[in-house]
């Protein structure tokens, strides 16, 4: 038979998949589904998979981590296996692996936060979401995060579930959160803050927030927090009011605003301020932060000037760019079509990108399904004519060898896992995230 440059499925299909994300664990299973891979390896840099589901959902929302157990299943599959501790760009090339691999699904999400470009935003004190929420979740290359000494009053910036997730964990009695997967340090921490006002500061109306229904109920319930709204936040313009009138999450979030406005305070030893139409003009301080001004967004709104000793830019994720691939610097994302990385619009032949590192930081852990389905569905009807691979997946192993990387496989992670759920069992909580590298290492190795 001629050769007509594409091979035969005898020939043995290889897939990478780069991140172990929702993003692209969907994508795995999508691919695992149609049997048209005889290896798909994922990669990830973290020594544990499940990207945000471990590292970013709030250790006090179990029940969402859980769909861990979902995402776990594409590893039954004797043909797939992990490959954790390997970061692409670092370890392995992306050219190494379109050498080894027929297909390489790119799925590392966004890791870094976007910025709000004002004075001051560097000062000691001052952080992006994702370095909290690194934080708290126990994210082995969490920055050094520590509540600063003093800490009376934080201020998050942004009306997203980021920012409402953040206002939680700070404003939580800690106790509340001893049972949860959070590293003890953490817990220590966060119990022995003197924070006493929390202020949420978003830029437009209650009527745009981008808050969810029931994380706003959540913060409404905590126990022993003040929530405190200005009702003069609360007057609606006419476009507001058409919002609230045809759109019901718009109505529940004003709704659920105005109830807290008129809620007696109680004298609750934490309060939750939120502040609608305003944004930070410059956060103050010469060494450290010790306040920020506010600016108004509406006419006839007022300028605002809080004390404050830590600043949240809870405003958005943002991408980084990864060695060997496009980057659309003002997205933070890979420019894709249908799935299909773009470089200067032309395709790079056998490279996908998938989750947020594709369509941006939005939508829930399950937006991730379609989105992978769709990216399947295009690295499965260009596999038969994508060129052929110059080595084998073998190659990529040997030069993790030869770098001396320490592979983490699936068997090690599973060590780990029980080692962490042991250790939650023993303090009667959930698992409980073993969060740096050396010591899930150690687990490891004592387990093996
Ligand atoms: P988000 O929902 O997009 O919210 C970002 C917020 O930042 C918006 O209120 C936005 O205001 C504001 N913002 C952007 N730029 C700003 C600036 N320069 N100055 C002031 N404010 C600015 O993003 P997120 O909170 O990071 O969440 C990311 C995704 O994860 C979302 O889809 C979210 O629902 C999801 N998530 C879900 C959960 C959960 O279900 N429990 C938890 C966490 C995250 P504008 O609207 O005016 O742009």
Not at 299 to 317: C, H, K
Request: hydrophobic share 40%.
């Amino acid at each position: 038979m001629e050769d007509d440059g594409s091979r035969s499925e005898a020939a043995g299909r290889a897939a990478a998949i780069v991140g172990a994300g929702p993003a692209g664990l969907y994508a795995l299973a999508a691919l695992v589904r149609e049997e048209r891979f005889d290896r798909i390896d994922v990669f990830e840099a973290a020594p544990a998979p499940y990207g945000l589901v471990r590292y970013g959902v709030a250790p006090d929302h179990p029940k969402t981590r859980n769909i861990s157990r979902v995402l776990a299943r594409g590893f039954e599959h004797t043909r797939v296996r992990f490959l954790g501790n390997v970061s692409v760009g670092r370890d392995v090339t992306v050219d190494e692996l379109r050498a080894g691999y027929d297909a390489v699904v790119v799925s590392t999400g966004m890791l870094g936060d976007r910025r709000l470009g004002i004075p001051g935003e560097d000062l000691p004190g001052s952080y992006g979401a994702s370095e909290l929420v690194a934080w708290y979740t126990g994210h082995p290359e969490a920055g050094d995060v520590s509540l600063p000494d003093g800490l009376t009053s934080a201020t998050v910036i942004g009306a997203g579930n980021v920012a409402l997730d953040i206002a939680r964990i700070l404003a939580k009695d800690a106790t509340a959160l001893r049972s949860t997967s959070m590293p003890r340090y953490v817990v220590d921490a966060l119990a022995a803050s003197t924070v006493t006002d929390i202020h949420l500061v978003a830029r437009r109306g209650p009527a745009q927030a981008k808050f969810t229904s029931p994380e706003l109920h959540e913060l409404g319930a905590l126990d022993a927090v003040d929530l405190v709204v200005d009702p003069a936040d609360l007057v609606l313009g006419p476009a507001d009011e058409e919002a609230v009138a045809h759109d019901r999450h718009a109505k529940v979030t004003v709704d659920v605003c105005r109830e807290w406005a008129e809620r007696p305070a109680t004298g609750a030893p934490r309060r939750i301020h939120l502040h609608y139409w305003r944004r930070p003009a410059r956060i103050l301080g010469d060494d450290a932060v010790t306040g920020i001004e506010l600016e108004p967004t509406r006419p006839g709104g007022e300028a605002l000037s809080l004390p404050t000793q830590l600043v949240v830019r809870a405003i958005g994720y943002h991408g980084r760019p990864i060695p060997g691939l496009p980057f659309d610097e003002s997205s933070g994302t890979i420019p894709s079509q249908d799935g299909r990385v773009l470089n200067d619009g032309a395709t790079l032949a056998g490279v996908y990108v998938t989750g947020w590192l594709r369509r941006g930081p939005t939508g829930v852990i399950a937006t991730n399904r379609g989105d992978a389905n769709e990216v399947a569905e295009s690295v499965l009807a260009d596999l038969d004519t994508l060129p052929e691979r110059p080595s084998d997946p073998d190659s990529v192993d040997k030069l993790l060898a030869e770098r001396g990387v320490r592979v983490v496989t699936w068997a090690d992670w599973l060590r780990l896992e029980a080692h962490e759920k042991a250790t939650g069992d023993a303090a009667g909580g959930d698992p409980i995230v073993v969060h740096d590298l050396a010591t899930a290492l150690e687990v490891i190795d004592a387990a093996g």
